[in-house]
């Protein structure tokens, strides 16, 4: 009986280390899923510019009313999500991109449409 009891106690101290040593960590390398509402910028670059931000329009039509306006409001189009649509080398659509770009917008999505 002692003997039975012995190996018992054995087992489980055993089993238990087992599970403490040998637990699942959290891979760091994934992100988690990012649930949080944003402000978005959404362009369409054709041969004139229509822009929204935070779902209100904007009333720039050309590169130059564009420039302006991305100069003047920085500081709350920075953070934003901006969605460009259109089609590259056509109209104004590498213009605005170069001014994205040149302004370090951190989150960029180009939509290329066939006109």
């Known amino acids: 009986m002692n003997r039975i009891l012995n190996r018992l106690i054995y087992f489980f101290a055993t089993f238990l280390f087992i599970c403490q040593a040998h637990g699942q960590k959290m891979d760091t390398a994934k992100q988690g899923n990012d649930y949080a509402p944003h402000v978005y910028f959404i362009i369409t670059a054709g041969t004139e510019i ?58 960029i999505a180009a939509n290329i449409r066939d006109i």
Do not use: C
């Open 50 to 107: 229509t822009a929204f931000f935070n779902d209100k329009p904007i009333q720039v039509s050309t590169i130059e009313d564009f420039n302006n306006y991305v100069q003047k409001n920085i500081k709350s189009l920075k953070d934003s999500w901006v969605v460009v649509t259109g089609k590259p080398k056509w109209g104004t659509f590498d213009e605005v991109m170069k001014t994205l770009k040149r302004n370090k917008f951190k989150h």
